[in-house]
Structure formats: structure tokens, C-alpha cells
């Protein structure tokens, strides 16, 4: 079985500015010290609104910080005249890792269909960065027992015709709709269920091994009083967690979730 580093990616959605953020990087980097955090064993990421990014920037690189950072989305195109877009080639110069690509809430509320996430995820691979792959049924999909087939055709229209050596550093996370920010966190098994199937569909496009090496992860609702059972789970690799990522205490108490 291959061996994959977890990952606590912290999406702080659109709270905090830039100054906020410099008060919570501080105080996470500070409460993850203190608790001796391993960060070769738990990566940990902050996915800051795109506004705070040079301040995260700065004070990650200028501190020689562990913890590493990304967007919540990018635009499909390199430049030009696309008003209010924000490029990769930017990102990749902030010193971004990871971006976020078809969160829920840009799916819904924004209409990003399947087709504009494929070129978001290849627009982030131009440019060296990771894309953090969103997936998730809505409640009513769950209520009719689609939820595991819903996934599956938003996972292979997304990554349609991206190669397999791009696919194997990707991040996919796996939200139900309705578990996030209601305080109604899937099970363990519901977690288990849709992101095993994940990786089978994974093993199917692509092969075993590059299916063994994906990290996917959880995300819905995820609190430190609730994520070592997910985390327990054989296909869970990680947790992308919203609101309690905006508290540095709680958000370093998930990241060491082995001992929590
Ligand atoms: P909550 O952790 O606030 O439920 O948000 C989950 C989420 O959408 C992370 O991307």
C-alpha cells in the first residue's frame, strides 16, 4: 500500500484580510510549534482569499515557515482581457502550491460546469501548481442513493484528457453539499464509501498505483472533536476544512489529529 502524506488544507473561503491573515498565520505557526508538529508527517496548507496572498507570501518566506499555501480558484486563461480574473502564472509567482479548483460553492453559485474545471486543472498544471479537485453530491442526490455515482461523473469529465503524469500530484477532495457548514458531517463510512470509490475510479482511468498515490480528502464540517475517525478511514488522506480552519487552536488541534 502506498504511504500518503495526510493533508490539512485550511479554505478560509472569503474570510480575513490581508492583516487578519498575518494575526492567524502567526498564531498558527506559534500553537503548531508549541505541539512539536511534524510537518514531514502532516503537511499543512492555508488556502487564504486571493487579497492576502502576498502578506502570506512574505511572511512564510521571510519566517522559513513549514506550512504551505494556495488559492481558492484561478481563471482557465494565462492573461488578457478577462476583468477580475486571476491568472496561475500570478499564483505560481506568489509562491502558491496548491490551488482550489471546483469548490461547491463555485459550482453552484458561480455555474463552473465540468468543462471549465478540466481547463482550470490544466491552466494550474501550466503552471507548476497543485489543483485541490472538489467534488460532492448535493442532499437530494444523497436522499435518492446517487451520491457515489454523482461523484464518479464529476471526477471523470473534470480530469478528461489530463495525462497521468500531471494526475499523480493531484489533491481530490470529497464534500458532500450538505455536510458543509451545517455542522452535519458525514460518517465515517459515508466518507469511506465515496472516497474508496474515488480510487477506483482512479485505478480504472488511470492505473493502481497511480490510483494508491492520490491523496483524497474529507471535507464537510470537520472539527478536531470529529476528525480522527475520518481520518481512521483507509481512502481518507486529509481533511479540507472551512470554518474551523479560522481558529488557530482548533485548526492546529486537526492537524495533529493523531494524538487528538
Ligand atoms: P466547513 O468545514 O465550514 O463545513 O467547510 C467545508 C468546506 O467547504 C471546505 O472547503
Avoid at 5 to 31: E, F, I, R, S, Y
Avoid at 44 to 55: C, E, G, K, S, Y
Avoid at 114 to 127: G, S, V
Amino acid at each position: 500500500m502506498a504511504s500518503r502524506t495526510p493533508l490539512m488544507a485550511g479554505n478560509w473561503k472569503m474570510n480575513l484580510d490581508h492583516l487578519q491573515a498575518t494575526q492567524l498565520v502567526q498564531k498558527l505557526d506559534w500553537t503548531l510549534k508549541d505541539a512539536e508538529h511534524d510537518y514531514g508527517a502532516v503537511e499543512v496548507a492555508i488556502l487564504p482569499p486571493f487579497t492576502d496572498l502576498r502578506t502570506v507570501q512574505t511572511l512564510v518566506e521571510g519566517d522559513k515557515l513549514s506550512l504551505v499555501y494556495g488559492a481558492q480558484d484561478l481563471s482557465p486563461k494565462d492573461e488578457g482581457a478577462y476583468t477580475g480574473d486571476i491568472s496561475g502564472a500570478f499564483l505560481a509567482k506568489l509562491g502558491c502550491t496548491y490551488v482550489t479548483i471546483g469548490h461547491s460553492e463555485r459550482r453552484e453559485g458561480h455555474g463552473e460546469t465540468d468543462e471549465l474545471l478540466n481547463e482550470k486543472i490544466q491552466a494550474a498544471y501550466r503552471h507548476g501548481l497543485t489543483p485541490i479537485l472538489c467534488c460532492g453530491e448535493a442532499l437530494e442526490i444523497r436522499k435518492e442513493g446517487r451520491q457515489v455515482d454523482h461523484v464518479l461523473g464529476q471526477i471523470e469529465a473534470d480530469l478528461a484528457g489530463i495525462p497521468v503524469e500531471q494526475v499523480r500530484t493531484i489533491v481530490i477532495a470529497y464534500e458532500p453539499i450538505w455536510a458543509i457548514g451545517t455542522g452535519e458531517v458525514a460518517t465515517p463510512e459515508d466518507a469511506q464509501e465515496v472516497c474508496g470509490a474515488i480510487r477506483g475510479k482512479l485505478a480504472e482511468l488511470y492505473d493502481e498505483a497511480t490510483a494508491a498515490g492520490i491523496r483524497i480528502l474529507y471535507g464537510g464540517s470537520v472539527k478536531s472533536s470529529n476528525v480522527s475517525e475520518i481520518m481512521g478511514k483507509p481512502d481518507v488522506d486529509g481533511a479540507l476544512v472551512g470554518g474551523a480552519s479560522l481558529k488557530a487552536d482548533e485548526f492546529a488541534k486537526i492537524c495533529g489529529f493523531e494524538t487528538a
